[in-house]
């Protein structure tokens, strides 16, 4: 049996994707529902039986999971510790022993981030496969925890300087997003490239995610704004933030479009944007469906704006083109004064035609 640990809608998306190469192996797509507020009602999962032999999704709470296992834990109120050891009545043990009562036994694991809680489980396992997960696979982190630097010098492994995938039973790393090149060298070679975009332009596999995601028909738009969750990412005020996307929308409109469309990030909610969609006659796009399987459907060569993303350009093999404008390159390393935000919006000039 396959496995799936997912945090995001995206992950669904790439797991059910991959699932799809190999439709008559058991699968089970585990994801925690807390992350970005999912619910199984926003899927439409009967579509699932006339493309799987046999798929499951669980949706399981990882606070509950962490609470459970903790609730014995002599070290629950140490969050480095009690995420990785584990002391109490049943003994001495680690914490990726405890997860197996918690998550389905799999033959293939599948995992796209080896630091969360869930994905521990990945420690239980001889040959795990990791999903890159945008640009932070590309980088090499810093560890500042002493305790982490000492385990890591008992290791033989570098004390400050990590990258997600080094550990052993993670042997292969499937890349959706850049190139083995631009990996951590001492990675590289567990890596090789996955192009789900192709698989997602694939007829059959855009019709059945169409349905599964409850995606709606999307009109002519000719530029597409992307949201991001920054008053829940603790860097500004939600009435900060509402208010650098309204002056967002009147730059482009004093540029000359008009017909624009908002997508909310999967960690927000809609109803936030409802006074501006209202106002300046914008179309809402769902925001419990992945950006990837949205910009499929719209016209070659659309315009998508962020703050921030991960992705320049994404293109398909048929020559469709997306063009990401970020207004900020600096990204989540480090966020500027509210004016200097919109100083940057007003500068902001994209071609109309």
């Known amino acids: 049996m396959n496995l799936y640990i997912c945090q995001t809608v995206r992950h669904l998306l790439i797991s059910l994707l991959h699932a799809a190469q190999s439709k008559l192996v058991k699968t089970k797509i585990v994801i925690n529902f807390e992350h970005q507020n999912l619910k199984k009602t926003m899927f439409d999962e009967s579509i699932l039986s006339s493309v799987f032999f046999d798929i499951e999704i669980i949706y399981l709470s990882e606070g509950k999971v962490v609470s459970l296992i903790n609730s014995d834990n002599l070290l629950g109120k140490n969050n480095i510790l009690s995420r990785n050891l584990y002391i109490g009545k049943s003994g001495i043990g680690l914490i990726h022993e405890k997860l197996k009562s918690f998550l389905p036994i799999s033959d293939e694991l ?19 496969t990791l999903f890159d997960d945008g640009l932070a696979n590309y980088s090499y982190k810093k560890e500042r925890h002493p305790l982490k630097i000492i385990l890591r010098l008992l290791q033989f492994k570098h004390p400050i300087k990590y990258a997600y995938g080094e550990h052993t039973q993670i042997a292969q790393m499937l890349l959706t997003h850049g190139r083995v090149e631009d ?133 398909d093999n048929t020559g469709v083109k997306v063009n990401m404008h970020n207004i900020l390159k600096e990204g989540w390393k480090g966020w500027p004064p509210i004016n200097a935000v919109y100083e940057r919006i007003n500068r902001l000039l994209i071609d109309v035609s």
Do not use: C, W
């Open 183 to 315: 990996l951590p060298k001492h990675i590289r070679f567990k890596a090789r490239v996955f192009n789900f975009q192709n698989y997602l332009r694939e007829p059959a596999n855009t019709t059945f995610l169409k349905k599964f995601f409850k995606l709606k028909v999307v009109t002519d738009t000719e530029l597409l704004i992307l949201t991001q969750n920054l008053d829940g990412a603790g860097v500004y005020k939600k009435a900060d933030k509402l208010g650098i996307y309204e002056v967002l929308i009147k730059r482009l409109i004093s540029l000359g479009f008009s017909r624009i469309a908002i997508k909310i990030h999967p960690s927000e909610e809609a109803v936030d944007y409802v006074y501006l969609v209202n106002k300046y006659n914008l179309e809402l796009i769902d925001s419990k469906v992945p950006f990837e399987l949205i910009s499929i459907l719209f016209s070659n060569n659309l315009n998508v704006v962020s703050l921030y993303s991960s992705s320049e350009i994404l293109m």
């Open 110 to 128: 599948f995992i796209f981030h080896d630091q969360v809680f869930l994905s521990k489980i990945f420690k239980s396992h001889r040959s795990v």
